[in-house]
């Protein structure tokens, strides 16, 4: 009989005798394999409840384990390690250890949201996958991710002018990443961007290069976010146990070529 999901099971944990007869069957090679037993003792039994008071980790509650988000996923297609149901599991158990043995590979959901239109529970896959690559980071499990890098630029600049400027953006999210901004397929895209782009349009997002956009009488709403933002950081720090600032774990070589 096949194992299901056979790529959650650790091979160190997979047995399989090559010559096997009992009772005088034989059960050599595939029919012989059994999966050894773990003994879990370390449990963090507020995991779940520090995933859910995360953005996008609220309804993780719900989860019946169907597998309907895992059949859907869009990484699981070409990655079967890419298993949201199986972390969502995990998260649900307290299993800390066990799930960090992946957190090399959950940020790497695309945020495609097929599993959050599969789900029958509306439990939100997508905000979970989100919630749990941002615990990983706000624990120090892991560097922060492009993504979160696109993500504190995006928010500083509307916070700060209240207003977007794409070009801003573009050379703040490369230089938090190390990346050059001279990179061939950028040039290009700016080559073919000018050649399409009326006059007007040009000049206008030049200016806005030089001189930053602003909303005018900001102020006020400027202030009002920063408190807002500053009370929902406070709070989940709070309820992640993290008053005292945490060392952010060290990001792999190439790890700037993420997809924000
Ligand atoms: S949003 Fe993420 S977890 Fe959900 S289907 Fe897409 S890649 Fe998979
Ligand atoms: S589809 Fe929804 S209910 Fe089913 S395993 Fe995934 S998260 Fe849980």
Same mark, same amino acid.
């Given at each position: 009989?096949?194992?299901?999901?056979?790529?959650?099971?650790?091979?160190?944990?997979?047995?399989?005798?090559?010559?096997?007869?009992?009772? *005088?069957?034989?059960?050599?090679?595939?029919? !012989?394999?059994?999966?050894?037993?773990?003994?879990?003792?370390?449990? %963090?039994?507020?995991?779940?409840?520090?995933?859910?008071?995360?953005?996008?980790? #609220?309804?993780?509650?719900?989860?019946?384990?169907?597998? !309907?988000?895992?059949?859907?996923?869009?990484? %699981?297609?070409? %990655?079967?390690?890419? %298993?949201?149901?199986?972390?969502?599991?995990?998260?649900?158990?307290?299993?800390?250890?066990?799930?960090?043995?992946? +957190?090399?590979?959950?940020?790497?959901?695309?945020?495609?949201? +097929?599993?959050?239109?599969?789900?029958?529970?509306?439990?939100?896959?997508?905000?979970?996958?989100?919630?749990?690559?941002?615990?990983?980071?706000?624990?120090?499990?892991?560097?922060?991710?492009?993504?979160?890098?696109?993500? #504190?630029?995006?928010?500083?600049?509307?916070?700060?002018? *209240?207003?977007?400027?794409?070009?801003?953006?573009?050379?703040?999210?490369?230089?938090?990443? *190390?990346?050059?901004?001279?990179?061939?397929?950028?040039? #290009?895209?700016?080559?073919?961007?000018?050649? +399409?782009?009326?006059?007007?349009?040009?000049?206008?997002?030049?200016?806005?290069?030089?001189? /930053?956009?602003?909303? $005018?009488?900001?102020?006020?709403?400027? /202030?009002?976010?920063? #408190?807002?933002?500053?009370?929902?950081?406070?709070?989940? $720090?709070?309820?992640?146990?993290?008053?005292?600032?945490?060392?952010?774990?060290?990001?792999?070589?190439?790890? *700037?070529? /993420?997809?924000?």
């Amino acid at each position: 009989m096949p194992i299901h999901e056979h790529s959650l099971i650790r091979p160190e944990n997979l047995k399989t005798h090559e010559k096997l007869v009992i009772d *005088g069957v034989d059960v050599s090679g595939h029919w !012989s394999t059994f999966i050894e037993p773990r003994v879990v003792t370390d449990y %963090n039994e507020r995991l779940q409840e520090e995933i859910a008071a995360l953005p996008g980790g #609220e309804h993780i509650h719900r989860c019946w384990q169907c597998g !309907s988000c895992t059949n859907a996923c869009t990484v %699981n297609a070409v %990655n079967p390690d890419f %298993n949201p149901r199986y972390w969502i599991y995990l998260i649900r158990m307290g299993m800390e250890a066990e799930l960090l043995r992946d +957190k090399d590979i959950i940020w790497q959901c695309v945020s495609c949201n +097929k599993c959050t239109y599969a789900c029958p529970r509306d439990v939100f896959p997508e905000g979970v996958m989100k919630a749990t690559a941002h615990w990983l980071e706000l624990k120090g499990h892991a560097p922060k991710s492009s993504s979160t890098h696109f993500d #504190e630029e995006f928010t500083e600049q509307v916070i700060a002018t *209240g207003k977007i400027e794409e070009g801003r953006i573009v050379r703040g999210f490369f230089g938090r990443t *190390g990346q050059p901004l001279r990179q061939p397929w950028l040039i #290009e895209m700016a080559r073919r961007l000018a050649r +399409k782009l009326p006059v007007r349009l040009g000049l206008l997002m030049g200016l806005a290069a030089v001189i /930053r956009p602003r909303t $005018r009488g900001w102020g006020r709403a400027r /202030r009002a976010l920063e #408190e807002y933002v500053h009370e929902q950081q406070a709070q989940r $720090r709070r309820a992640l146990g993290l008053e005292r600032p945490v060392q952010p774990a060290e990001a792999p070589p190439g790890a *700037g070529a /993420r997809a924000p």
